[in-house]
């Protein structure tokens, strides 16, 4: 079992920044890959960004390309996501969440290990 738990959420303005952390403990070294989803009041979760444990390979969805930025800490077993230029259509939910095989890093059907989340709220 893996567990994450994510922090750094707050109330922003819009252009400001904010990090997420997202701390693993457990089994981690069943963890292929990580990611951050969004979920906003009445909408599905989407996908923000994934990254691979070992090579840090990344993936980003178009809407955060340029100003997210997803990385981990293997010796920390942490994954950040690095936010800037933020507006007020990022405002969700932000879970971590994580996977064991390679595949579609899009897709949330193919993490088992998920957060409680972290509400990321950005002002106009």
């Known amino acids: 079992q893996v567990r994450l738990v994510e922090s750094g959420g707050g109330l922003v303005q819009t252009g400001g920044s904010l990090r997420l952390s997202c701390a693993a403990s457990?089994?981690?070294?069943?963890?292929?890959?990580m990611g951050w989803f969004r979920q906003a009041p009445g909408k599905e979760r989407e996908f923000v960004a994934a990254?691979?444990?070992?090579?840090?390979?990344?993936y980003y969805a178009d809407s955060v390309k340029g100003r997210f930025t997803i990385s981990r800490d293997n010796g920390k077993n942490t994954m950040y996501l690095q936010m800037n230029s933020l507006k007020p259509e990022d405002t969700a939910v932000y879970y971590c969440?994580?996977?064991?095989?390679?595949?579609?890093?899009?897709?949330?059907?193919?993490?088992?290990?998920w957060g409680q989340g972290t509400q990321v709220t950005v002002s106009s």
């Open positions: 969440a994580g996977r064991w095989y390679s595949g579609n890093y899009y897709s949330r059907n193919e993490y088992g290990y």
């Open positions: 457990g089994r981690t070294f069943n963890v292929y890959a």
């Open positions: 990254i691979t444990w070992s090579g840090g390979d990344t």
